[in-house]
């Protein structure tokens, strides 16, 4: 048999790394500016190369069997070597550059993600930033299974492999309709929650196993009345005055204009979430990785400091 170096070409891990990204043929086939039959064909080669299949299709997308991510590590490990070769050898320092993939959770808000992306094509135009957006659970599970490079996560210590470093613990409100009544404290007791129908996610939601699990924590039955899955229809339910929600401070002034609903903190006992930033533990952070994670740290700081995340820094 040839050698391995005669028969792999960087173009192919090039290839298969940005597929393994997007979870899609299709997406990578657009940011590689290639056809897609083409693409596929250089992963089947891939693929045929190593003698095992490397990709398979599920209802969510497309993601790497074990040892597609042994194949995707590697690759991604020699392509960063091959990039800075010149710098290494003229023993300059490199600038960080390359493809990071960062996992942000959607109850962070939408303007989060647009600023990091600003902030990392002014400070770092050499890396290409991948985010991926998604419910907290999606995001620990990338980062469990190593399909980004870090990501911002509630509670870390529940996700496995993952080495973390906490930045701050947010707090968590009730949000109801205001439907005529007078105002409101700013906070509300823990139990007194108990007597609003409340429209949350399901249990596949990381915010709902918390409150659950505070709740049967202190003997306190939440009244669950209403089920759903995105948080534009459980906004849609509290500005009808079916229900109330439970949620934190990004999402509660994105999705409820100001004035329309009365929000007070929780209180005794507080609910409050740790938010960590983390990286898989087998993976340490690369240069660019290493850049950018600490831009979305430092955006994330000085949030809470001026109020547009409530909570305070650990």
């Known amino acids: ?114 600023e990091v992306i600003k902030a990392c094509k002014s400070e770092i135009p050499q890396v290409s930033l991948h985010v991926q957006d998604g419910i907290s659970t999606l995001t ?50 823990f139990a007194s929650v108990t007597k609003f129908p409340l429209v949350m996610g399901p249990r596949s939601m990381h915010l709902r196993r918390y409150l659950e699990k505070a709740a049967a924590d202190h003997g306190i039955e939440l009244q669950i009345s209403y089920e759903q899955q995105t948080v534009g229809t459980i906004a849609g339910f509290v500005k009808a005055g079916l229900a109330a929600t439970i949620t934190n401070w990004p999402s509660l002034t994105e999705h409820f204009p100001v004035g329309t609903v009365w929000a007070q903190r929780i209180i005794n006992p507080e609910l409050n979430r740790v938010i960590s930033i983390a990286h898989p533990a087998e993976r340490p952070l690369g240069q660019a990785a290493r850049a950018a994670y600490n831009i979305v740290r430092r955006l994330l700081l000085e949030r809470v400091k001026d109020g547009r995340w409530r909570g305070k820094l650990c």
């Open 1 to 114: 048999m040839a050698s391995l170096e005669s028969l792999v070409s960087l173009r192919q891990f090039r290839y298969f790394i940005c597929v393994v990204e997007q979870r899609s043929f299709t997406s990578a086939a657009a940011i590689l500016h290639v056809a897609q039959p083409s693409l596929s064909r250089q992963v089947a080669q891939l693929e045929e190369i190593v003698g095992e299949q490397l990709l398979i299709r599920t209802p969510t997308g497309i993601i790497p069997t074990e040892p597609g991510f042994k194949v995707y590590y590697l690759a991604r490990s020699l392509l960063e070597q091959v990039n800075g070769l010149v710098d290494e050898v003229r023993g300059t320092e490199r600038e960080p550059q390359g493809r990071v993939s960062v996992a942000l959770p959607a109850t962070g808000g939408t303007d989060l993600i647009s």
């Open 140 to 189: 620990g599970q990338m980062l469990g299974s190593g399909l980004v490079d870090f990501g911002v996560v509630p509670n870390a210590e529940d996700i496995h492999g993952i080495a973390s470093e906490p930045l701050f613990i947010e707090h968590l409100f009730i949000v109801r309709s205001k439907d005529g009544r007078q105002r409101q404290p700013s906070e509300i007791d």
